[in-house]
């Protein structure tokens, strides 16, 4: 439970509208309670006028006499309405402020765990799956939020009417308040115990829908091999299974939901009868009066709700205390890359690599092997090696998503990581390998290097990076919609989207990870031609499996399994003779270049 107090701050936050929330429960439960005694009053005043008319009978007052009755009784009836009307005023005003400040506290915590999120290293996001990640930041948010909002409520209601309520019947009856209490502990445990059943059932449920949405969205995402190897009827079948558990989980929960009411109105029903019976001989024995009858019985239905929600709100607290526990974890971890200066300083684009090796953290591969090179500002430097050799390890280390296990990056001749990290990786832009395109327009995807950026940079950049042409051919031009990650381009123009988005901050290091692999030689020729001059003065490091890409570079180093096995100009690896020009020799077979 102590999870919760997490939460504290936040109330305290909102602390004013929890205590005039209070304020408003307080005057409401006046307005349920006193309605009882109204009716205590009309009641006895029926059964006395029923006795005293008689007497009268025949007599001149007789007539003014019932008059006076029916407008009495017609006074305390306006009188119960109007209560009734001030207290549903109130509890409007009670929800008005505990429910608004639940869904503020919601909405604050989402934002707080969305930042944080959002300044964790990609380790994190490697340990943990988007949709536990998700699951956190929506259902176990929602979980807490029934803490903040309907369990708070309902329990300050459920204190605020057991002393009011009970008070008052204890005052007028002590063992009629006893027998017509009595069955509403056991009300409040089974509902616990039922309540349990339905949480756990409940969240069989839950898990079987995400577990459909998950089949579902990647049978969408996955159509074109699903119809290119004909599978449809097994991806049918599949979901037809997934629906089959869905339902029968639905079917128990509703079975365990049937016996909910019926039991609370049993153990209500027997609260009623032993008031009237218990009540019935006190008023025999005359130490009430029949109005006290009719009033207790108001009193047992106002507890109903209180002493039922007092089994819920525990199972409610007991599951958001769960959930926040499942929050603070991911609260509590501290991201591993931090900047460690406020100081916003204009890089020259200096890069050099000093014995630097990195194993990835969570599965322990030993990436780069004590490499070491540099780039002066203004040149181009390529980086050639089998797949797995650690080339997209550089640029993950160059942008700072990774830091070094040992060695140093040094940029300008000082260490990367003591640069702002912010303001360092606004003047490193990379086009990664793994392209991802957010589904908007072609025009908000390119923009989204730079804030505020102008049509004509935007045209520039498109034209830099070889794009404008095909974008002349879309309908919409820049404001096509490139759908889910990309989905309506082609593999070419998601590459060249992104390279144009990496070249539109104007950035002093320039990193393209593999952006080339998917354009013909021309269209590559043509867009490092353009590289060359719009990254003139600032550095560029374009990572390739082609030769093609490479030979322009001033600098190209060779990596295999992690380590510099050449380096050099594209004639002095040439002259080499050795992996390079192997390279060379049969991707000019293939006419590549
Ligand atoms: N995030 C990661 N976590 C753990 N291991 C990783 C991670 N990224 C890469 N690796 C491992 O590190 C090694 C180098 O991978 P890297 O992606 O840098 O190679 P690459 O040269 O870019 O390959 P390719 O040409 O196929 O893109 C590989 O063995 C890979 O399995």
Redesign the pocket.
């Known amino acids: 439970m102590k999870e919760l107090a997490f939460l504290n701050k936040y109330i305290y936050r909102y602390g004013f509208r929890l205590t005039l929330g209070i304020i408003f429960m307080i005057i409401s439960n006046i307005f349920a309670i006193a309605p009882a005694q109204v009716v205590r009053y009309a009641l006895d005043l029926v059964v006395d006028t029923l006795k005293t008319q008689t007497l009268l009978e025949g007599a001149e007052l007789h007539s003014v006499f019932i008059d006076d009755f029916f407008k009495t009784v017609l006074l305390y009836g306006a009188v119960i309405v109007s209560m009734a009307l001030l207290r549903g005023i109130f509890l409007f005003l009670v929800r008005q402020t505990i429910i608004v400040m639940s869904r503020l506290i919601e909405f604050d915590l989402k934002n707080d765990i969305f930042e944080h999120y959002q300044k964790l290293t ?2 994190f996001y ?1 340990r943990n799956n988007t949709g536990d990640l998700m699951a956190r930041i929506s259902e176990d948010v929602s979980k807490v939020r029934m803490y903040l909002g309907p369990a708070i409520m309902y329990s300050i209601n459920m204190v605020i009417s057991f002393i009011l309520t009970i008070g008052i019947m204890l005052s007028i009856n002590v063992h009629l308040t006893f027998w017509a209490l009595f069955p509403l502990p056991l009300l409040s445990i089974s509902i616990y115990f039922v309540n349990n059943v339905i949480n756990k059932k409940s969240e069989l449920i839950q898990q079987q829908l995400s577990s459909m949405s998950t089949f579902v969205q990647e049978a969408f995402s996955g159509i074109r091999v699903i119809k290119a190897f004909v599978r449809e009827k097994e991806s049918l079948s599949q979901f037809t299974d997934n629906a089959t558990e869905y339902q029968n989980r639905q079917l128990e929960l509703a079975k365990v939901n049937s016996m909910f009411y019926p039991l609370m109105l049993f153990l209500i029903g027997l609260s009623t009868i032993l008031t009237v019976y218990v009540g019935g001989i006190e008023v025999e024995k005359g130490t009430i009066t029949p109005g006290v009858i009719a009033e207790f019985i108001m009193y047992v239905t106002l507890l109903t709700w209180p002493v039922t929600s007092l089994g819920w709100v525990t199972s409610i607290v007991q599951r958001a205390a769960a959930s926040q526990k499942r929050i603070n974890e991911f609260l509590n971890e501290t991201p591993e890359i931090v900047s460690t200066s406020d100081e916003v300083q204009e890089i020259k684009g200096n890069l050099k690599f000093e014995n630097v090796s990195l194993v ?1 953290p ?2 322990g ?1 030993k ?1 780069l092997d004590d490499l070491s090179f540099e780039i002066e500002s203004g040149k181009t430097l390529a980086i050639l ?10 640029a ?1 280390l160059i942008s700072r998503l990774y830091d070094p296990t040992s060695g140093k990056i040094l940029v300008d001749n000082k260490d990367l990581k003591s640069y702002n990290l912010h303001d360092i990786r606004s003047q490193i832009n990379m086009a990664p ?1 793994d392209v991802f395109l957010f589904s908007n327009t072609l025009r908000n995807n390119i923009a989204f290097a730079k804030e505020n950026a102008t049509e004509a940079e935007i045209v520039e950049a498109t034209k830099n990076a070889g794009l404008w042409e095909n974008i002349q051919h879309m309908e919409h031009g820049l404001d096509t919609i490139v759908g889910e990650r990309g989905i309506t381009l082609s593999g070419g123009q998601k590459q060249r989207t992104t390279i144009a988005r990496a070249i539109l901050g104007s950035p002093k290091i320039l990193v393209l ?2 952006s080339l692999s998917a354009v013909d030689t021309k269209t590559e020729n043509q867009i490092l031609n353009n590289l060359q001059n719009v990254m003139h003065n600032k550095t560029s490091v374009i ?1 390739s ?1 082609r030769v093609s890409s490479a030979k322009l570079a001033d600098k190209i180093i060779v ?1 295999h399994e ?1 380590k510099i096995i050449e380096q050099g100009t594209h004639d002095e690896l040439l002259n080499l003779e050795g992996h390079y020009n192997t390279l060379y020799e049969q991707q000019s077979k293939g006419n590549n270049l």
């Open positions: 990609l380790s490697r990835y969570d599965s591969i990436a090696g089998t797949t797995g050799s650690g080339k997209s390890t550089v993950s390998q990870d593999d990572i499996h990596l992690g």
